[in-house]
């Protein structure tokens, strides 16, 4: 580009159910949410149903604003290995409120919280008329900045502190420049906003019930268990000869995790779905993948993992190779295809 070249604007998009006949209204909005999640309207259109959103995507990063009335919002597990959506949604509620359904202590995600969603991992909500703003980001980007990266899922953390008030306030200012900012000057502001949303996650750690000696302790253990994943010589004993730990140390460490193995074998697990979405793995057999994930009995590698996914290693190869693209009407109802974005970013 050029020194006079104008630099380009953000693409942006625009979604609103009341510019809709009143009879495709919901049929609309499910279908273009379903990139993230299954909803279920708690209004009619007759009864004041609707849905806005206005979204700005800036390389690997969305923000959007949603406006609508109260729904029920779900990830299965079914759903998570079909679409393999891999990121986070990172939710503040201008008004309204989330909570967590099933279980006796609902969560609660209140005005001005930081909600934290792992898109790898289930939920089953409900919420309020609301307003919300949400920054989609890939995994990849947020995980390095993050001391728990697989244990943040559905995490509320307070409206008062002060870095989530720090987040906050410039999540909201971003979005009400997002008409002024053009491309670059928004991919400027990313990585420091990214920088300042794992301050505020990283800052609240006191439902992980560690010490800061054992959070570091514990993020060092878990990049260590992360780079050797797949070696077949990574065990408890090999952690422990390596770090120089106790067994009894390690077990208290791993304990908010489920404990070594489970934490291990879930990330194995994990990977596995990865691998047998994944094209690169398809000249490969459902047994091999197994094996190299660290499960040799194709028996136990399959019961495993419907425990873990809610489906078969080849349920989830068949879902993935099936393919899966968007509702032409949604495509149709969205300028510049916002749910298509939030789609890629995912991936």
Same mark, same amino acid.
Request: aromatic residues 8%; charged residues 25%; hydrophobic residues 40%.
């Given at each position: ?158 409206? &008062?502190? !002060?870095?989530?008030?720090? /987040?906050?306030?410039?999540? =909201?200012?971003? %979005? *009400? ?5 053009? +491309? ?109 994930? &660290?499960? !040799?009995?194709?028996?136990? /590698?399959?019961?495993?993992? =419907?425990?873990? %996914? *809610? ?5 989830? +190869? ?30």
């Amino acid at each position: 580009m050029s020194a006079d070249s104008p630099d380009p604007k953000l693409l942006r998009s625009h979604f609103d159910t009341r510019a809709l006949p009143a009879h495709l209204a919901q049929q609309a909005w499910t279908e273009a949410i379903g990139v993230l999640f299954d909803s279920r309207p708690r209004k009619t259109v007759e009864e004041g149903f609707f849905a806005e959103v206005d979204a700005a995507f800036m390389g690997d990063v969305a923000l959007g604003r949603l406006r609508s009335t109260a729904q029920d919002f779900d990830r299965s597990r079914y759903k998570i290995a079909r679409d393999g959506m891999d990121g986070y949604l990172l939710q503040f509620y201008l008004s309204g409120r989330s909570a967590t359904r099933g279980g006796s202590n609902a969560e609660v995600a209140g005005e001005g919280d930081l909600y934290v969603i792992d898109m790898a991992q289930p939920l089953a909500t409900t919420t309020t008329d609301l307003d919300q703003i949400s920054l989609v980001v890939p995994r990849r980007l947020l995980s390095a900045r993050l001391e728990s990266p697989d244990a943040s899922h559905m995490r509320i953390i307070p409206a &008062g502190l !002060p870095l989530v008030t720090l /987040f906050r306030e410039s999540l =909201r200012s971003f %979005h *009400g420049q997002i008409d002024n900012m053009s +491309r670059r000057e928004a991919e400027a502001v990313i990585h420091p906003l990214l920088d300042l949303a794992a301050a505020a996650v990283n800052g609240h750690v006191d439902e992980r019930n560690m010490t800061g000696v054992n959070l570091a302790h514990f993020v060092g253990l878990r990049r260590h268990v992360e780079a050797n994943l797949l070696d077949p010589d990574l065990t408890l004993d090999s952690l422990l000869a390596t770090f120089g730990l106790s067994r009894r140390k390690a077990y208290r460490l791993f304990e908010p995790v489920g404990g070594f193995s489970t934490y291990v074998n879930r990330r194995r697990l994990q990977r596995a779905l990865q691998a047998l979405r994944s094209v690169d793995s398809r000249h490969l057999s459902i047994s091999e993948i197994g094996l190299a994930h &660290g499960f !040799p009995n194709p028996e136990n /590698f399959s019961r495993a993992f =419907r425990r873990e %996914h *809610g489906l078969s290693p080849r349920e989830a +190869r068949q879902l993935a190779g099936s393919g899966r693209s968007l509702p032409e009407l949604a495509e149709k109802l969205s300028e510049k295809g916002w749910a298509k974005w939030i789609e890629d970013i995912g991936r």
